[in-house]
């Protein structure tokens, strides 16, 4: 194991059941999450992006449940085996919001209306780093201001619902970030911001990481967001890693027709109107009736019968890795 690695996902499968139906939603997901690195998880939809990220931090809907595979992460104290953990046992109610923090794309899932933004800082801190109320509430103070938000002392003492939607955000990553986590889990965190306050947070989170050498697991639907801000990143389609690898590399030379539709489906900026740009035709299949073999053949250019298998992982080089019969020839095409 090279000791990068902070956290590991190994095949993870986790399926929903409902009405005695069963939907694969990952099915069979492997990637690892490097120390002050970011990760970044791409894809349409429906993919599994946050059932992935709810399987790392154990917060899975009733309906579903971690079938197979491995999540481990790598701390001080040793190897943690995520998934053998209690849900709400004491250690993982340890390692979440802990070691491991998650920010969602809606703070108010994580913030309290009825608290102040302060004492919901303070309540982590004082549960997970022992200090009492006097050093949690300087701490508070000091991370709203760390964050960028103006008058801390004062504002420390509001509730959020006299916050905007961007400093919002600020203060839950400042509740996600008051105990120093090794790892970031970030869910579409700027989805619901305007552009300018999106790449306000994105710094705010990339000076973190370099700070606390924080590892960051971001989820996004945006390509721009990833070549923007990711070391390395993973492409997901209906449960699957379809592509991973260093993010330079995967957008230089993407092997899997569905990472280069993805591409081709974004609009570059400083190019003006007249892109080609070409949506992705078709649409995802009925998670419960899936295809088999390749689950992107119906969408796909270049099906051929061996995609009614489905295809192994394959190395491009070094860390490159696609899961498509036909990656030769899509590379080949791309240049
Ligand atoms: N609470 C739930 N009950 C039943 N099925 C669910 C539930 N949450 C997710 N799923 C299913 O799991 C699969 C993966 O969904 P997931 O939310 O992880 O996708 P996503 O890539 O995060 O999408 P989005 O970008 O829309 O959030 C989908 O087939 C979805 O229908």
Known sequence: MENDVVLRVKDLKTFFYTNERCNKA???????????????????????????????????????????????????????????????????????????????????????????????????????????????????????????????????????HQFSGGMRQRAMIAMAMSCNPKVLIADEPTTALDVTIQAQIFELMMKLKEEFNTAILLITHDMGVVNEVSDDMAVMYMGNMVESGGTKEVLKNPCHPYTKALLESIPILGKGRNQNLEPIKGSTPDPYQRPVG????????????KCEEMPPEEIVQGEHMVRCWHWKEVLEDGK
Do not use: W
């Open 294 to 305: 390749c689950q992107f053949k119906d969408r796909c250019n270049y099906r051929s019968e």
């Open 26 to 160: 990952i099915n069979g997901v492997s990637f690892e999450v490097k120390k002050g690195k970011t990760l970044s998880i791409v894809g349409e939809s429906g993919c599994g992006k946050s059932v992935t990220a709810s399987s790392i931090m154990q917060l899975l809907p009733d309906l579903s449940r971690i079938e197979e595979g491995e999540i481990t992460y790598f701390g001080e104290q040793g190897e943690v085996r995520i998934d053998k953990l209690k849900k709400n046992g004491k250690d993982m109610r340890k390692l979440r919001g802990g070691d491991i923090a998650m920010i969602f794309q809606d703070p108010m899932t994580a913030l309290n209306p009825v608290y102040t933004i302060g004492f919901q800082i303070r309540e982590n801190l004082q549960n997970h780093m022992k200090m009492n109320k006097k050093q949690a509430h300087k701490r508070a103070v000091e991370l709203l201001s760390l964050m960028g938000i103006p008058n801390p002392e004062q504002r420390v003492n509001e509730y959020p």
